[in-house]
């Protein structure tokens, strides 16, 4: 078998992901921070590891996608934390009630919006929002 027969052969949807990158699920930083996230909806206290670790690897950040998702995900965690506080306050009026839903929503499509862009290297669009 010559090198072109060995390239076909090898040619299917795992190697059509381009230079640099694996098959499957990788646990890159910002996808960990993302998992951290979401897994503080039902323990209530990774995201205080999340924010933490944005805060240690923003430093270290080797590619300018990994900025973007260290600014985007500490923006992630003080929406989340403000917004709950909020929500907690506005509990005796009634509302709080939809407020800590609303941030529990916007906490969670911003930390899957980051895993899904964390997966395929790409810089979050604009990572000083406070919105989605």
Same mark, same amino acid.
Request: charged share 15%.
């Given at each position: 078998?010559?090198?072109?027969? &060995?390239?076909?052969?090898?040619?299917?949807?795992?190697? #059509? &992901?381009?230079?640099?990158?694996?098959?499957?699920?990788?646990?890159?930083?910002?996808? @960990?921070?993302?998992?951290? =996230?979401?897994?503080?909806?039902?323990?209530? *206290?990774?995201? @205080?590891?999340?924010?933490? /670790?944005?805060?240690? !690897?923003?430093? #270290?950040?080797?590619?300018? !996608? #990994? &900025?973007?998702?260290?600014? =985007?995900? @500490?923006?992630?965690? !003080? @929406?989340?934390?403000?917004?709950?506080?909020?929500?907690?306050? /506005?509990? *005796?009026? *009634? $509302?709080?009630?939809?407020? /800590? %839903?609303?941030?529990?929503?916007? *906490?969670?499509? &911003?930390?899957? %919006?980051?895993?899904?862009?964390?997966?395929?290297? #790409?810089?979050?669009?604009?990572?000083?929002? /406070?919105? $989605?």
């Amino acid at each position: 078998m010559d090198d072109l027969d &060995r390239m076909k052969a090898n040619s299917g949807p795992d190697t #059509e &992901r381009g230079p640099g990158t694996t098959p499957g699920f990788e646990f890159n930083h910002p996808t @960990i921070i993302s998992l951290l =996230y979401l897994a503080s909806c039902i323990t209530g *206290v990774t995201a @205080i590891v999340g924010v933490v /670790l944005a805060y240690v !690897w923003r430093g #270290e950040a080797g590619g300018g !996608w #990994e &900025r973007s998702h260290y600014q =985007y995900q @500490i923006n992630t965690f !003080w @929406i989340g934390l403000v917004g709950s506080v909020l929500g907690v306050l /506005l509990l *005796v009026v *009634v $509302i709080g009630f939809l407020v /800590l %839903m609303a941030v529990a929503v916007l *906490v969670i499509v &911003r930390s899957v %919006m980051s895993l899904l862009n964390a997966q395929k290297h #790409e810089p979050m669009p604009d990572p000083a929002t /406070l919105w $989605i």
